[in-house]
């Protein structure tokens, strides 16, 4: 399978299209078997089955948002994160305001080289939460709050969980994009043969032809070949 498009025009068109030749069809099936004694009678109907199963699917624009909104979840989660990791630091700080060593197993000394990384971030929240239980006491008593303490595991389970999601949906994507690029194929497919048809029995009435020719794309040239495309 491919993801290359058969056809140089939207997707929305194409579908708009196929809807307007299923419904029309009907009517002048004969002009069509004539010309075809192996046209179909049950030509629209596939038409429209297949028109159906590409408007059950989620259109790229769909995905392409979907995608952005679990984007700005994981951008949250790591805004978060960098919020609370502000307040450990403050109290850190007061509480050892000398001693180095015990600031670094905070990661005093390194947030500045993860904290946009989303997977080094995770391990790094995962491994303050372990250092602030240990120095839970000395913090508190400082003035820290205990429950923002505490948020600090749960900020990286969230951060993990998101990033998760996320990269699953990149994966999804893909799957998602061939198969509605299969689908559309198979649209333009089944209305290729009734335009092509349609060029030669309605030459010489262009209303008729109007309802069953391919949609012309935004660079057209009026051309047969830029209309179709073998």
Do not use: W
Request: aromatic share 6%.
């Amino acid at each position: 399978m491919s993801e290359v498009r058969n056809f140089n025009v939207a997707d929305s068109k194409l579908i708009s299209h196929g809807g307007v030749v299923a419904s029309a069809l009907p009517a002048d099936i004969e002009d069509f078997k004539a010309f075809d004694n192996k046209f179909s009678e049950t030509y629209p109907e596939t038409i429209q089955a297949v028109v159906d199963e590409v408007l059950g699917l989620r259109s790229d624009n769909v995905v392409i948002d979907e995608m952005t909104e679990l984007t700005q979840v994981v951008n949250d989660s790591l805004a978060a994160c960098n919020t609370t990791f502000k307040t450990v630091r403050f109290f850190v700080k007061k509480a050892f305001p000398t001693n180095k060593a015990i600031q670094n197993q905070f990661g005093l000394n390194d947030i500045t080289k993860i904290r946009a990384n989303v997977p080094k971030m995770i391990v790094f929240m995962q491994d303050l939460d372990g250092v602030v239980q240990k120095y839970k006491t000395q913090l508190e008593a400082s003035g820290c709050n205990g429950s923002e303490l505490d948020k600090v595991s749960a900020l990286a389970e969230k951060l993990r969980q998101d990033n998760i999601n996320q990269e699953q949906f990149k994966k999804e994507r893909g799957v998602i994009t061939q198969e509605r690029v299969d689908k559309m194929n198979s649209l333009y497919d089944v209305l290729k043969p009734v335009s092509e048809i349609a060029h030669i029995i309605y030459s010489d009435n262009s209303a008729k032809l109007s309802i069953y020719a391919m949609p012309k794309p935004k660079s057209s040239t009026d051309s047969e070949e830029d209309i179709l495309k073998s």
